[in-house]
């Protein structure tokens, strides 16, 4: 494919087709244009892996999935940030970013690109290969960056907030309530900011409220990424660590 056919919406990328379980419904592979409905593998990727805009929504416990869809429909779920208009990891530096493709892409060198300094306030989280990410290869790689002492605090806000009553002990998700561990951790941190400002507020999130309500913006910075750095039950991608 061209990077022309990449950025276009006739028809998702399809990496690793000989995997698949099943036939990959038409809604998912070329979406209903006519319809306004974009191919749903276009930014959730074809194997539903997800990448740092938007969620994973493969494994996900149908009754949750479904809600969410309800909730998107009804006008339940927005973001809290503007800017959205869809929507071992510290370090004490991270690489310059700019926005591309919808995602943060590191600067390449080239390009006046290199490292900086991470500030305590910030989780940067980049794809390890840009070209790969633009073309939506589902084993890309993607690195998060966050300050140094986040885990720690993290772990500490988990067992205060008692998230591993609902989420699991190792955060790997119940049953319908959805896994934590090995997200992406600004995903994670734009969840818990919606639902603390009310712009995500299905009948889901109303289990959450009473617990984001509780928590500063560093509290959800650190549990985003104490819960990123978590390995998963099973992924099919790659989160590389610094």
């Not at 991470?118 to 993607?142: K, Y």
Request: aromatic share 6%; glycine share 10%; hydrophobic share 35%.
């Amino acid at each position: 494919m061209t990077r022309g056919e990449l950025r276009g919406v006739k028809e998702i990328p399809d990496w690793y087709p000989e995997e698949r379980h099943g036939a990959m419904p038409a809604v998912v592979k070329v979406g209903r244009l006519q319809e306004g409905v974009r191919a749903c593998g276009f930014c959730h990727l074809a194997d539903g892996t997800g990448r740092p805009e938007n969620a994973p929504v493969n494994s996900l416990y149908p009754t949750y999935f479904t809600q969410q869809m309800e909730d998107f429909k009804n006008g339940l779920r927005d973001s809290a940030d503007p800017r959205k208009n869809n929507t071992n990891i510290e370090s004490r530096t991270a690489p310059k970013v700019r926005l591309q493709s919808g995602m943060h892409m590191a600067v390449p060198a080239g390009q006046g690109g290199g490292m900086e300094p991470l500030s305590n306030d910030e989780i940067v989280e980049v794809p390890d290969d840009n070209l790969r990410a633009e073309s939506r290869d589902t084993r890309m790689g993607w690195t998060a960056y966050v300050p140094v002492g986040t885990l720690n605090k993290g772990k500490a806000v988990a067992a205060r907030s008692q998230c591993a009553v609902c989420h699991g002990a190792n955060l790997e998700g119940v049953g319908p309530v959805p896994p934590l561990a090995g997200r992406s951790p600004s995903y994670t941190m734009r969840q818990l900011f919606d639902m603390k400002e009310g712009t995500r507020r299905g009948p889901w999130s109303e289990l959450m409220k009473p617990i984001v309500d509780k928590m500063s913006v560093e509290d959800m910075l650190n549990v985003s990424a104490y819960a990123a750095s978590l390995a998963p039950q099973a992924t099919a991608g790659a989160r590389g660590t610094r």
